[in-house]
């Protein structure tokens, strides 16, 4: 069992890397099996966030309101992880959206992790569910605030103590970091028809654009046209 690590979670505006925002970030950094320092911090993003995702999250556009954008914070956040090892649950998820950001800030974010939801696949093969929540009710393990970036974090920590515990003797190779490999993919812009198109329906359904002509991305577009389609 690892006794130094960096657990963190995020919470975002979607699932997209390239097309969605990371709005929480937490984390802790644990030395000889101490939390010895945390990261918690709203991120403010450039788009109003849904109802949808306020639902899920349980973070307003009012508790951002005040927050540091993401490239003021993502400096502090690589500083704060340091040369450590990264776990979370679906830690590719989390990695995918910091190593964007990162690069968009000219950054590198270069990085051993290992993911508790490998290993729950691997261990647990007969669970229903392998989320955060359905393992830390088996393991009895208490999240106050599920959804929150930092209590996610820190139960992902307890959740990897406790896998480790029952199961690093039998295959240690599943809790060896790996190193993890993400390939940020081109955003393509949306082309003239989609914008064309865009526009006549946002015309025919009297809805006001919110979206820019000259920014939105070829699947953001796709999506818009599909819902005022439904509308």
Known sequence: M?????????????????????IEIGALKVREGK???????FVHPNKPITPMITNITHI????????RSCPEIIHDFLSFCEDDVLIGHNVMFDYSFVKCSAVREGLTFEKMGIDTL????????DFESK???ALCDYYHIENPAAHRAYYDALATAKLYQTLAHYFENEDPSLFKPQQLTYKIK????ATAKQVAL????????????????????????SRLIDTLLKA
């Open 131 to 133: 989320s955060l929540g």
């Open 2 to 22: 690892l006794k130094s690590y960096i657990a963190f979670d995020l919470e975002t505006t979607g699932l997209s890397p390239q097309e969605h925002e990371i």
């Open 60 to 67: 307003t556009n009012d508790m951002v309101a005040g927050a």
């Open 118 to 125: 490998k290993i729950a696949r691997k261990v647990h093969k």
């Open 186 to 189: 081109k955003v393509q812009p």
């Open 198 to 221: 865009l526009q006549r329906l946002c015309s025919q359904k009297k809805k006001v654009p919110e979206w820019n002509p000259d920014t939105i991305t070829r699947s953001e577009a």
């Open 35 to 41: 939390v010895v320092e945390r990261f918690m911090e």
